[in-house]
């Protein structure tokens, strides 16, 4: 209940009570509340505006360490790029061309990465630039990284057949290089000193004292080891499982392998002989391709005494690691 409030009449000469308006209690209350309502907001402006509350300030820091964050994550990106540069450089410049194959150009290395409506959820947000900047780098680096893996699998596939191809052609003479004393006859159209005449020699004659190893050039399987009496003596063909290769060694003294056997190269099938049409111990080398007879001498590699040495000391131990 307010307290009433008397006024002096002087007409009258007396006190009256004065009865409450609106315009008196604005004049008698307001102009202080105004005043104090005034000057509180006015600090509250200053006060926020100079000074931040503690989770302003807070996320003001956090905020200044996630765009260094992400700063520092773009750098990152950019060093694992230029290493992924120079990885697909040497992929295509050496690793591809030892293997024979095709390199890749840098348009497939990042084909079908990124879209362009990929990062708009990302858009219009605060650092969304730089986020956006980063996933793309990281999806780019993704793409690249899975092309490379498939290059590396590529490689890997083409140098393991080459390997198995090496392993098994028929380059080294099937005899050592110690034993071997003189290139008998070449191939191609000779005097046969048995029965005459003009005939086409289809291998080689490589001529070793009688009983001296003879070796397997190239890993294989032995299709034939026995004598048909078809003037090659006893003999052994060798079945290399690339490219229809198949080797003869006739006039064998011994046959040491038997047919179904898989050998490897350096690896003993015989010895030097005089068996069948042979007028001396030696050895009859062909090579076939698909039964076709090609030249023996476009398949012999030069190999040192010592690496000769080194191969029949590697086939014994992978004879012996397969028994
Ligand atoms: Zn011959």
Redesign the pocket.
Known sequence: MAKPIFKYNPKALRFERQRYNLRMFIRKFFPGTLISAGTGFIFFLLFITVFETPDEKRLKQEKAALSSDLEQISDSIRFYDNNLDKIAMHDNHQYRVIAELDSIPDRLRTAGYGGANLYKDLSGKEHSDLIIDVLRKLDLINKRMQVQNMSFVELTKSLNAESERLRRLPVVTPIHNNDLTRL??NYGYRINPIVGGIHF?K???LTAPYGKPVYAPGAGTVTYAGNRHNGYGNYIIIDHGINGISTLY?HLSKIIVKEGQEVVRGEKIGNIGNTGLSTAP?L?YEIRINGKHINPANYRMPVEPEHYDQLISNADTITKSLN
């Open positions: 008998g006859s020699h291998g080689i004659d006739g030696h009859h």
